[in-house]
Every structure is written in C-alpha cells, then in structure tokens.
C-alpha cells in the first residue's frame, strides 16, 4: 500500500504561479495530476514515469505546467505558471504499478487526498 500526501494547493491571481507536492511513501512506477472542477469529470493533467523521467501533458496545460520527480524523497512535483480561470479544481496525485497508459485514470492504483487550487481574475 502506498499512501500519498499532497501539499501546495492554494488560491492565486490568473497569470501566477503555484508548485504542488506529492510525496509518497513506497515504491511507484509512474505518478500522475489530475484535477476535478466541480460538476465536471475528473479529468489528466500530466504524469512521469518514475525511473525514466518520460512525462505526458494535457493539451490544456501544455507549455504552462511541468511534472517533475525527486528521487530521493520520493515526491514528485507539479509546477503550475501563467494559471488560467480555468485551472480552478481541486488536483489529485495518484500513484501507479505500471509504467503504461498513464493518462487513464484506471491505470493508476493509489490516490492522494486531494488539494483545492483556486484561480482569481
């Protein structure tokens, strides 16, 4: 089992910036941020593949936000620029036994608590 605590969430001006924190506390091949708005689907945002480094991004969030890892404490990280009205939800960091198709929500065997990112015009 595989517990993941997630850290950094907040509320902040369109066009800034915020860096949210996974760390987990065993093993994972592949980690992963998705975000939920409400009334709306729990939708990827970006993952890693853990050994390699290898990342995937939404189209939405491409260029803006970057999913990076520390290996040696076990946390990954997702840094979050020029933040739009839309990004407003709250985000998610899960945790997978696979390497594949790590933007299906399915694929993904752990999930953290969530933390609530609030975007103000």
């Known amino acids: 089992q595989v517990q993941l605590v997630e850290s950094g969430g907040g509320l902040v001006q369109a066009g800034g910036s915020l860096r949210l924190s996974c760390a987990a506390s065993?093993?994972?091949?592949?980690m992963g941020w998705f975000r939920q708005a409400p009334g709306k689907e729990r939708e990827f945002v970006a993952a890693i593949i853990w050994s390699a480094g290898r990342t995937y991004y939404a189209d939405s969030v491409k260029g803006r936000f970057t999913i990076s890892r520390d290996k040696d404490k076990n946390t990954a990280y997702l840094q979050m620029n020029s933040l739009k009205l839309e990004d407003t939800a709250v985000y998610y960091c899960?945790?997978?036994?696979?390497?594949?198709?790590?933007?299906?929500?399915?694929?993904?065997?752990?999930w953290g608590q969530g933390t609530q990112v609030t975007v103000s015009s």
């Open positions: 899960a945790a997978s036994k696979t390497t594949l198709g790590l933007i299906l929500r399915q694929n993904y065997d752990y």
């Open positions: 065993g093993r994972t091949f592949g």
